[in-house]
């Protein structure tokens, strides 16, 4: 049976095949494969995005993101979801921003994954609700929920089949790719590539957060030189071509990875991982084989020179066993119709029941005018 499902994305990040952030890369992937299998697939997100289903644009003031302005696109994006919800047929709404509490829809069936660490969401969420289903995408972000946490079953992210299609010869950079901001510790993986004399490039967003161009500013640019350059953000096929010729991918991390889909991105293309023990990254590393887990910027230093001595098959089998764009698609589209077919206030269901499910209806917003859909320029 064919689905109508509306997508949400995270409303100040575009979505596409050259998505940055690993949710919209997440999302990006589960619209193609809406469309690839038959199925209908509306996306919620900011202009700009290019979506393989039917973009809803969703307009973002220019500038800084502040407070004020998050409340306003928030606004927004509540009415374009009860705009849509009132005039199409929708059978699931998928969430995927941070920030999804502030635009939760009323009666429709959502989903809501949460792709970021669990204590970086309001604790109500957690409790039973009517209509709303919550998940996370590993096991060890899983085991941090809190207690009486109603939640789905983890869903594992897998990566772009490209990617292990990719052959590059190795030109011994190391890479980092990720949102520029402190969290991410990108001034620590620039002194640990000063240290081990090995070459740094950096692919990623600055987003226009006081904070993170604050950041960037004062404790990033100061440690940049010819031999550890920014690049701004990539492309996917310039991305896929620096992940596979890099000697590794450095992911120094200050807050707990939940997936880390940089990390499987990169062993799909046969590049080993240096990384910090935050989160899921030791599930996905596996130390000494697929790349090195450190505690420091001396250790991380000596696993970026140690790195080339990894075996990039290695890696890339790891990486085909066990994140498989196949295997995360299955799990969704089943889950889709699954839910789908739970909710009781669609199609006449009676409700049948989905393991481990929780219960939650929204804060509801009332329809205003209608926005338009039109389909991607993909």
């Known amino acids: ?26 999302l990006s992937a589960l619209d193609e494969a809406l469309v690839r299998h038959g199925h209908r697939s509306l996306v919620i997100a900011c202009e700009g995005s290019k979506p393989a289903g039917e973009l809803v644009p969703l307009p973002v003031p220019a500038g800084p993101i502040d407070e004020a302005v998050r409340h306003q696109v928030w606004a927004e994006l509540g009415r374009l979801i009860a705009a849509v919800a009132a005039r199409e047929h929708v059978d699931l709404v998928h969430l995927h921003g941070i920030d999804f509490h502030a635009y939760l829809p009323e009666r429709v069936p959502t989903l809501a994954t949460l792709h970021l660490p669990l204590d970086w969401y309001p604790d109500w969420i957690f409790q039973r609700r009517p209509n709303l289903w919550l998940h996370c995408v590993s096991q060890a972000q899983h085991r941090t929920a809190p207690a009486g946490a109603a939640l789905l079953p983890p869903i594992e992210n897998g990566v772009p089949r490209k990617l292990f299609e990719t052959r590059q010869r190795k030109r011994g950079h190391a890479l980092v790719l990720s949102r520029i901001c402190p969290e991410k ?129 290695v890696c890339r089998a790891a990486a085909r066993e066990r994140f498989s764009p196949e295997r995360m698609e299955r799990r969704y589209l089943d889950l889709y119709a699954k839910l789908a077919d739970a909710a009781p206030t669609r199609r006449g269901s009676k409700g049948a029941s989905v393991p481990g499910a929780s219960d939650v209806s929204g804060l509801g917003l009332k329809p205003g005018q209608e926005p338009p859909i039109r389909p991607s320029s993909r």
Do not use: W
Request: proline share 7%; aromatic share 6%.
């Open 1 to 26: 049976m064919a689905l109508a499902v509306l997508s949400v994305a995270y409303p100040f990040a575009p979505v596409g095949p050259d998505a940055v952030g690993g949710a919209e890369q997440v």
């Open 185 to 313: 510790g990108i001034h620590l993986a620039l002194e640990a590539s000063r240290v081990a004399d090995v070459p740094l490039l950096i692919g990623g967003k600055v987003f226009p957060y006081e904070a993170h161009e604050r950041y960037f500013r004062d404790e990033v640019t100061p440690l940049l030189d010819t031999r550890r350059r920014f690049l701004g953000p990539l492309g996917f096929n310039r991305k896929r071509r620096l992940l596979a010729s890099a000697r590794c991918v450095v992911i120094p991390s200050l807050v707990a990875e939940t997936s880390s889909l940089t990390a499987m991105e990169a062993l799909a293309c046969g590049t080993p991982v240096v990384a910090f023990a935050n989160g899921a990254l030791p599930e996905v590393v596996e130390n000494g084989r697929t790349g090195f887990i450190v505690k420091d910027v001396s250790e991380m230093a000596k696993a970026i020179a140690a790195a080339s001595t990894l075996d990039p098959a």
